[in-house]
């Protein structure tokens, strides 16, 4: 082993010491990646959501990555003592001169930790909506929605935004402590028509619509929702009257999946028009100008 070393040391120029680190790193490098690969196998064949597989697979990279810093530092610079002595002598400089990148890391130990969304979750933030797919080390990626098309369907864009925007922009998240929408739908009769049958009419077509829950299930919603300081009474659909200046507006208010909003409200005013068309006594209002006379006809 000795002839060996000194064969190495007078071909390439490596001291036995540095010899010694770098045979040290490699079994460390492969240890790691060897417990890693078992690691993801044994995740791989118990569990079956896709998602959570993902979130897996991104922790034990940086559980790995961790370690394996850690470990090469404590080969390389002999001890953790001197690994503070050399950061202590850099801090100030990196501070200033990476500033960005180092609150972006903070910004994914934020997100780890206090998890204001995760992967799947649809947020919005800043001017940007979307389903989040990645939450990486400086960065999270969105699947972005709306923007040129309509009712937040996807564009087929990803969006990267830096992890240092959940300490300065406000986010929205679509499924935090409750997992679907309150869609409203707005539509406007004449004061002529009869509008408490349209009402009806309304209500029965939403009823057929909206995200049919058991009562099992509204019970777990609302428990899950109070420890969030949300209350919901109940989660049928409802419609709403109010007087506007060029007739009476109805407002449907019903519940719908996140992904859904555009389906639901396409069928809803497709079966209103039929609905609507089909009653005489029913008239759509919009903007229109009387003229009257000097005497008193229109």
């Not at 790691?32 to 791989?44: K, M, Q, T, Y």
């Not at 953790?80 to 990196?94: D, K, V």
């Not at 406007?188 to 049919?212: C, D, G, M, P, Y």
């Amino acid at each position: 082993m000795r002839r060996v070393q000194h064969w190495i040391e007078e071909a390439l120029g490596l001291t036995p010491s540095i010899q010694e680190d770098i045979i040290s790193s490699v079994f460390v490098l492969v240890g790691l990646w060897i417990i890693s690969r078992l690691l993801l196998r044994v995740a791989s064949r118990r569990q079956t959501d896709s998602r959570k597989l993902y979130q897996w697979k991104k922790t034990t990279n940086y559980i790995v990555t961790g370690l394996g810093v850690m470990a090469l530092a404590n080969i390389w610079f002999n001890g953790f003592q001197s690994i503070a002595t050399y950061l202590g002598l850099l801090s100030a400089g990196l501070v200033v001169a990476l500033r960005d990148p180092i609150m972006n890391m903070f910004g994914w130990v934020f997100l780890i930790w206090k998890r204001p969304f995760k992967v799947g979750d649809r947020i919005k933030i800043n001017e940007h909506t979307g389903d989040v797919i990645d939450i990486a080390f400086f960065q999270f990626t969105l699947n972005e929605l709306g923007q040129w098309v309509d009712s937040e369907q996807a564009t087929g864009r990803v969006v990267h935004i830096p992890n240092s925007h959940v300490f300065t922009k406000s986010q929205i998240n679509y499924n935090y402590a409750f997992p679907f929408l309150w869609h409203e739908l707005q539509v406007r009769v004449t004061f002529e028509s009869n509008w408490q049958k349209a009402r009806e009419l309304l209500l029965v077509i939403a009823a057929r619509h909206t995200v049919q829950l058991s009562e099992g299930a509204q019970e777990i919603i609302r428990k899950n929702a109070q420890h969030h300081l949300i209350f919901y009474k109940d989660f049928k659909p409802r419609v709403f009257s109010k007087v506007k200046e060029n007739g009476i507006q109805l407002t449907i208010r019903y519940l719908c999946n996140l992904n859904g909003r555009r389906e639901s409200e396409n069928k809803i005013w497709e079966e209103m028009l039929m609905q609507f068309l089909a009653s005489p006594d029913i008239r759509f209002a919009y903007p229109t100008t009387r003229f009257v006379q000097s005497d008193g006809q229109e």
